[in-house]
């Protein structure tokens, strides 16, 4: 199993407040991602790194922020939540083993936004 | 912007029974193509993975079919058991060190 972790698990919040979900992962790789999941299923890329003091917004617009200080962190940080903003989000990270990245993924932050 | 069309959306599958998922995307892919695994309160995992220089690849009970000329690619699952119930992803790396996922089927398998 990787070793990819994400703090909380479930977070309920009331709206405005601001709240970071933490994302560590202790495989030493370099790009790291945040995908935030429908209840549907579909996978939304939201914020990725290639590495330290990399960050670029993904696919699918978010409010929320990211940074990446330090090779193992991850964090993605929203500054006022919202109802909308309730949604899975799943953190990962990959690395190149031979041909192609396999991605990793955390177990996941489900956020209720009330 | 690149696009991964997956089906069905959801399939329910007799206990040893065959379960088959398709994708097809657009553009083209930098040839790598994997499928995901997704069981409730999990993250995805990476379940097998397709070079196109090759048109298939079985792993056990699962098998990736590529075809390559109509941008197609399919997950098999022979002799499907409950444990299989799960939802997966098929994705695509078009080459921008990113992938792009499909939008997952929900498989349930009965006794």
């Known amino acids: 199993e990787a070793d990819i972790y994400q703090t909380p698990r479930y977070l309920v919040i009331g709206t405005g407040k601001k709240i970071t979900l933490e994302c560590s992962q202790t495989?030493?790789?370099?790009?790291m991602y945040w995908y935030q999941q429908d209840p549907g299923m579909e996978l939304h890329l939201i914020h990725y790194?290639?590495?330290?003091?990399?960050?670029e917004k993904g696919d699918l617009s978010s409010e929320s922020t990211v940074s990446r200080i330090r090779t193992e962190h991850f964090p993605l940080t929203l500054e006022s939540a919202r109802p909308s903003h309730t949604s899975q989000y799943l953190c990962?990270?990959?690395?190149?083993?031979?041909?192609?990245?396999?991605?990793?993924f955390g177990p996941g932050t489900r956020l209720t936004v009330l | 912007q690149q696009q991964v069309k997956q089906s069905p959306q959801s399939l329910i599958v007799q206990k040893g029974g065959i379960s088959i998922i398709n994708c097809a995307y657009e553009n083209t892919a930098f040839d790598y193509f994997p499928w995901y695994q997704q069981f409730p309160g999990k993250g995805p995992a990476l379940l097998i993975a397709?070079?196109?220089?090759?048109s298939e690849k079985k792993e056990g009970r699962f098998t990736i079919s590529f075809n390559k000329s109509a941008k197609q690619f399919s997950l098999h699952i022979m002799d499907s058991q409950p444990g299989d119930s799960a939802t997966y992803f098929c994705a695509v790396d078009f080459g921008n060190e990113k992938l792009t996922f499909g939008t997952g089927t929900r498989l349930t398998i009965i006794p």
């Open positions: 397709i070079r196109p220089d090759v």
């Open positions: 495989m030493g790789h370099d790009k």
């Open positions: 790194s290639y590495g330290v003091n990399s960050t």
């Open positions: 990962a990270s990959s690395d190149r083993t031979g041909y192609a990245d396999t991605q990793y």
